[in-house]
């Protein structure tokens, strides 16, 4: 089991920033493939920003490609999500997920491919 904590979100006006963290306990976090997803008031789930157990591979969908960056630490058992010039478009509850794997550079981007998953952390755009 993977117990999986977000925290970071609020509410900002467009065009500032926010970093949300997730923390992780219980199985090796390193063993994890890791992942951000969103979803938004009526829409499904959808994939954000993943990364690789080693952090040296990371996969964006196309509307935060430049905007947003996953990063990970794993002696802190925490993926990361710098997420910059952030529009309404971007309001949403987002979660993160947790991949076990054994190979080092799997990115992970489809949501049923997840095993573990937080509660979700707010994020709202609004001026």
């Known amino acids: 089991q993977v117990r999986l904590v977000e925290s970071g979100g609020g509410l900002v006006q467009p065009g500032e920033s926010l970093r949300l963290s997730c923390v992780a306990s219980g199985r090796t976090f390193s063993n994890n493939a890791m992942g951000w997803f969103r979803q938004a008031p009526g829409k499904e789930r959808r994939f954000v920003a993943a990364?690789?157990?080693?952090?040296?591979?990371?996969s964006y969908v196309d509307s935060v490609k430049g905007r947003f960056t996953i990063s990970r630490d794993n002696a802190k058992n925490a993926v990361y999500l710098q997420m910059n010039n952030l529009g309404p478009e971007d309001t949403a509850v987002y979660y993160c997920?947790?991949?076990?794997?054994?190979?080092?550079?799997?990115?992970?981007?489809?949501?049923?491919?997840?095993?573990?998953w937080g509660q979700g952390t707010q994020v709202t755009v609004s001026s």
């Open positions: 990364i690789s157990r080693n952090g040296a591979s990371t």
């Open positions: 997920a947790a991949h076990p794997t054994a190979l080092q550079s799997l990115i992970v981007t489809i949501t049923s491919d997840y095993d573990y």
